[in-house]
């Protein structure tokens, strides 16, 4: 089973930053989006940011103007730089790897934001 490899999360203060990491092996192939995703305690799912193989993004009204993704130069990671972080950014985070047979899930990493 293949394993995304994410890293990153911590607690911060509010107004502090972070930036998250998701590395996937060199043995998938054919990704043509990935994205960052976030589940708060009781809350659903929700997707935060998306990158597509053109380079184009997409975020959620929520984290517009503080949230960065990104990719590395090597296509197969993917970053997410997050600015002026606010305590209901407070959530795991996973990101995802979308292929034309499937999709990969990282196994979450916590960020939590807090005085």
């Known amino acids: 089973q293949v394993q995304l490899v994410e890293s990153g999360g911590d607690l911060v203060q509010p107004g502090g930053s972070l930036r998250l990491s998701c590395a996937a092996p060199?043995?998938?192939?054919?990704?043509?989006?990935m994205a960052w995703y976030r589940q708060a305690p009781g809350k659903q799912r929700e997707l935060v940011a998306l990158?597509?193989?053109?380079?184009?993004?997409n975020y959620a009204d929520s984290v517009k103007g503080r949230f960065t993704i990104s990719r590395g130069n090597a296509k197969n990671t993917v970053y997410l730089q997050m600015n002026s972080l606010k305590p209901e950014d407070t959530a795991v985070y996973y990101c995802?790897?979308?292929?034309?047979?499937?999709?990969?899930w990282g196994q979450g990493t916590q960020v939590t934001v807090s005085s």
């Open positions: 990158i597509k193989s053109d380079d184009s993004a």
């Open positions: 060199g043995s998938i192939f054919g990704i043509y989006q």
């Open positions: 995802k790897l979308s292929t034309p047979l499937t999709d990969y």
